[in-house]
């Protein structure tokens, strides 16, 4: 989309209008680099950081680059099917777009421009709680599924509404954040003293700071008795908790870091995605999130036990770079990547994805 062509393009003194050229953009690599040049300093520190030392940051992806695969040759792969289905939805590839907040930073169109992104490139967007824009406003624009990520703040009245408003607006699914209790050290953003810029409001938050009555497992019950949607349980990083998820009749659990945005040091999560795999044995749906960036890396998050995964900073960088364009561009790059990594692995279903596509020494 373009946005001159818009009509409910409005520019504002936000973010520069920056339209990037899209057309040499051929890796999710590429694409940070460029946003790198283009973006604000603020929003591109606030997006690229990690907390204090990045170390989970780096392992997310190391992790995920010494994983070897196995490919199984001469098999027929003419036809693959990468369709999914997630609580009762048809995803046609297993890649959704992470809950990320504050996207009029990033892009003047903010979420509006994800949620058409999305609809393009037939993407699941979650909406995060921190949206800029009004459920409504996104809900309007959406012609694929939306999900709420759900902060849980203080004032439980107010939770209790937030929740009905995403169901009202048609959310199918409900991501509680489980990793935050308080936000995490944040170096970079305390060095470029990271703030909202005045004209820009998120309108469903009063910041992560004021949270004293702290989430535990009572509120997930509580969630869970009025809540008319599935519960996911998001930021789940050993099989002691994700049993506790399954216990507590949670729908789903997202194995995640935060893309080691909040405690540094804890693993990289494809290396505990096959424990929790393990312990959860199928009985509710297992996404994974954190630095995600090629299709080899979906293939392999989802032969490690994963049903789907979710990416954030690329979806952030390809906004910031092409507002709906880059968001389509960025989830289509991946699902073609993804397609080829099936293909030259010889599996063309996601049920033939299992762990023999990992390779093991002899
Ligand atoms: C800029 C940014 C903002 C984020 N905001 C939220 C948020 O509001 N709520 C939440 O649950 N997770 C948030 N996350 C975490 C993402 O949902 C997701 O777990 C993570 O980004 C996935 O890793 P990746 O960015 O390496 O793909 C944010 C991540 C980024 C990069
Ligand atoms: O930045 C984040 O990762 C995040 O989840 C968040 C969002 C808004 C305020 C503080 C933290």
Redesign the pocket.
């Known amino acids: 989309m373009n946005d001159q062509h818009n009509p409910e393009f409005k520019p504002t003194k936000t973010v520069p209008n920056t339209h990037v050229d899209l057309s040499d953009i051929i890796n999710l690599f590429d694409l940070e680099k460029r946003a790198a040049e283009i973006m604000t300093k603020m929003a591109y520190e606030?997006v690229a950081s990690g907390a204090a030392d990045e170390l989970t940051v780096r392992w997310n992806r190391e992790s995920l680059d010494n994983l070897k695969l196995n490919p199984s040759v001469l098999r027929d792969v003419s036809q693959l099917d990468t369709r999914i289905s997630l609580f009762g939805d048809e995803l046609p590839y297993p890649i959704l777009i992470a809950p990320?907040?504050?996207h009029k930073i990033m892009h003047p169109e903010g979420e509006l421009a994800t949620a058409r992104g999305a609809g393009v490139a037939s993407a699941t967007y979650v909406i995060?709680s921190?949206t800029t824009t009004p459920l409504e406003e996104i809900a309007e624009v959406a012609t694929q599924p939306l999900w709420f990520q759900l902060y849980v703040q203080d004032d439980r009245s107010l939770v209790k509404d937030l929740v009905q408003k995403a169901e009202a607006v048609g959310c199918r699914a409900l991501c509680v954040?489980v990793d935050?209790p308080v936000?995490g050290i944040r170096n970079r953003q305390d060095r470029v003293n990271f703030r909202l810029p005045d004209e820009v409001k998120?309108p469903y938050?009063h910041?992560?700071g004021d949270q004293k009555k702290l989430l535990t497992w009572a509120d997930i019950d509580w969630l869970n008795s009025f809540s008319n949607i599935p519960v996911l349980l998001k930021g789940i990083l050993n099989p002691a908790d994700a049993e506790q998820a399954v216990q507590a009749g949670v729908s789903g659990i997202i194995v995640s870091n935060?893309?080691g945005?909040?405690l540094d040091t804890v693993p990289a999560t494809i290396d505990v995605l096959p424990g929790i795999a393990n312990q959860v044995n199928k009985r509710v749906p297992l996404l994974m999130d954190g630095g995600i960036r090629r299709g080899t890396d979906v293939l392999k998050a989802l032969a490690q036990g994963a049903d789907a995964v979710l990416v954030g900073k690329p979806v952030c960088f390809g906004l910031a770079c092409g507002g709906a364009d880059g968001v389509s561009k960025v989830m289509t790059i991946l699902r073609t990547e993804f397609e080829l990594a099936m293909t030259l692995t010889g599996r063309t279903t996601i049920a033939s994805i299992d762990r023999s596509v990992i390779w093991k020494p002899a």
């Open positions: 606030y990320t907040a504050f995060s921190f954040t935050t936000p998120a938050m910041g992560l935060h893309s945005r909040n």
